[in-house]
Every structure is written in structure tokens, then in C-alpha cells.
């Protein structure tokens, strides 16, 4: 069954610095989209990407957060600056309609 | 109020029994309804996804879905302990394509 991957699990990173977190969606799915959980937290919705831009974004997703599909298997996610408070699970999802996305398995994030 | 509300648990029940996991929303403008499950430190896992109120079976599992009292359900029949994860409901709008989750019920399956 095709799914969702995403790479590393696990990102340990300094405050200030760039992150890239990346994800293969599943290969006919058109929708994309990145989610985050906070430990302890809901699952949060931060974009989704569709015909190759942004469709909607959340008020989490300000100007440093980035999204990109450099070619036709990749979608990524980047954090310019990460803050402590970036700290978090991230999710890549993606569908074939605009509804019921799929997961992966998600990058731990951690900020020192 | 909160768009999505959920009880966190945690819920523990004797395998074999039927579960009823539920969520109540605010806003009439969700249009269709999903279900995960979620295993710890995992990403969700889509079980269901319903678009018009009524039931939908699938295998030990029924998604119920009332608008009119905006309160959707997941029933779990034959309960087996690998089914113990946190199951997360999520609604989502027809013109958007986001979607809402529940804070999630911690479900135990006791053996």
C-alpha cells in the first residue's frame, strides 16, 4: 500500500538555525500539506499546496516558514530561524481530493 | 467554544467490547468528517472518512454522523487490544482544505 514518507525522524537543531524537512507524498495525490503537534498538543494545520503554490495557510505559517516541491516526488518544509517554540512533530499529508489526507509518519523536531 | 471538541479520556474497556468514541463541533459548516488513529509518537492513521450524515461501515468499524446536532461518533465493535492508540476526529470545510482535529481520546483495550 503506498504511503506518506518522510525524512529525517528526527531533527535535533540550534535556535536560529535552518531547517529543511522533507517528505515524498503518495505519487498520484495532487494536495499536500504540512500539519505540526506540540507534545501534548493537537495536530495543527500549518499549509497546503496544490498545482504547485500555496492554497491555504494558517496564522502559524508566517514569513519563516517556506514550502516547495523541487520536483515531482519531493514536498518540503522550511524553517528559516527555528525559536524554541518550533519544537514539535511535523507532518507531511497528502490526498487526492481536497479532503481526507493521508499521513506520514512524521520529523520530531527539537530546538535547543 | 471550541470548534472541536473531544473528551480526552483515557477510556479502558475489556477486549471484545464495543467502543463509542465521540466529538461534538460549533460550527455548521463542516462538511465531511474523518477519523484517525494515532499510535504513540506515530502520524495519524485515516480509518474514516464520511461526507453526509448517516452511518458508514467499514469492517469492525461504523462512522456516525449527525448535522443536525453536530455530533459525529466512531463505534468499535470487537475490540481488540491492538486498537489501544489515541483515535482523533477531524472535520473539514468544503472550501478549504484544511482540516480541524479533536484533541483526541486515549483508547485502552484491555486483554
Known amino acids: 500500500e503506498p504511503e506518506v514518507t518522510q525524512t529525517p525522524s528526527h531533527q535535533v537543531t540550534q535556535m536560529g538555525q535552518e531547517v529543511i524537512l522533507r517528505c515524498v507524498p503518495i505519487?498520484?495525490?495532487?494536495?499536500f500539506y504540512w500539519y505540526r503537534q506540540i507534545l501534548g498538543q493537537k495536530v495543527e494545520f500549518l499549509v497546503s499546496?496544490?498545482?504547485?503554490?500555496?492554497?491555504?495557510k494558517s496564522e502559524i505559517f508566517d514569513d519563516q516558514f517556506s514550502v516547495e516541491r523541487p520536483d515531482g516526488s519531493n514536498f518540503t518544509l522550511k524553517i528559516r530561524s527555528t525559536k524554541l517554540e518550533d519544537s514539535a512533530m511535523y507532518f507531511c499529508?497528502?490526498?487526492?481530493?481536497?479532503?481526507?489526507?493521508?499521513f506520514g509518519p512524521g520529523t520530531r523536531l527539537t530546538v535547543t | 467554544q471550541k470548534e472541536v471538541e473531544q473528551d480526552p479520556g483515557p477510556l479502558s474497556v475489556p477486549e471484545g467490547a464495543i467502543v463509542s468514541l465521540n466529538c461534538t463541533y460549533s460550527?455548521?459548516?463542516?462538511?465531511?468528517f474523518m477519523w484517525y488513529r494515532q499510535y504513540s509518537r506515530k502520524g495519524p492513521e485515516l480509518l474514516m472518512y464520511?461526507?453526509?450524515?448517516g452511518n458508514k461501515e467499514d469492517g469492525r468499524f461504523t462512522a456516525q454522523v449527525d448535522k443536525s446536532s453536530k455530533y459525529i461518533s466512531l463505534f468499535i465493535r470487537d475490540s481488540q487490544p491492538s486498537d489501544s492508540a489515541t483515535y482523533l476526529c477531524?472535520?473539514?470545510?468544503?472550501?478549504?482544505?484544511?482540516?480541524?482535529f479533536g484533541s483526541g481520546t486515549r483508547l485502552s483495550i484491555r486483554p
Open positions: 499529508a497528502s490526498s487526492v481530493t481536497q479532503r481526507d489526507p493521508y
Open positions: 505519487s498520484n495525490h495532487l494536495y
Open positions: 499546496f496544490y498545482n504547485n503554490e500555496i492554497s491555504e
Open positions: 460550527n455548521s459548516a463542516f462538511q465531511y
Open positions: 464520511t461526507y453526509s450524515s
Open positions: 477531524a472535520m473539514g470545510y468544503s472550501s478549504a482544505s484544511k482540516i480541524i
